[in-house]
């Protein structure tokens, strides 16, 4: 199994990213998709998750009408657009997997499979 998560940097408060994850060895339409991210010495949060189907969308209040969770069923890949960055944003970021209900959703303990992370920098 792994999930690829490429796409982070360095960027000025109100610009935009895409990131992207890759992933292989799994059944990849048995699961939601999800990002979360960890700012340093703080917890990792939940920022959205997508059905296998990419039919909902859930995202955390803060990020919500900034960041956009979409997926690629074909090609194995999920995204994460986010527009309007701001310092806050600040963080790695990781793609993980869940073959869980909404319901839990918003908690990284539920979820199976984890990528590597990628660092987003965001300046004021």
């Known amino acids: 199994v792994q999930l690829q998560a490429s796409g982070g940097g360095l960027v000025q408060a109100g610009d935009s990213l895409r990131l992207s994850c890759a992933a292989s060895?799994?059944?990849?339409?048995?699961?939601?998709m999800g990002w979360f991210r960890q700012a340093l010495g703080k917890e990792r949060e939940f920022v959205a998750t997508i059905t296998w189907s990419g039919g909902r969308t859930y995202y955390a209040d803060s990020v919500k009408g900034r960041f956009t969770i979409t997926r690629d069923n074909g090609k194995k890949m999920v995204y994460l657009q986010m527009n309007s960055l701001k310092p806050e944003d600040t963080a790695v970021y990781y793609c993980?997997?869940?073959?869980?209900?909404?319901?839990?959703?918003?908690?990284?303990?539920?979820?199976?499979?984890w990528g590597q992370g990628t660092q987003v920098t965001v300046s004021s």
């Open positions: 060895g799994f059944t990849f339409t048995d699961y939601a």
């Open positions: 993980a997997a869940t073959n869980l209900s909404p319901n839990y959703y918003s908690n990284y303990e539920y979820y199976k499979f």
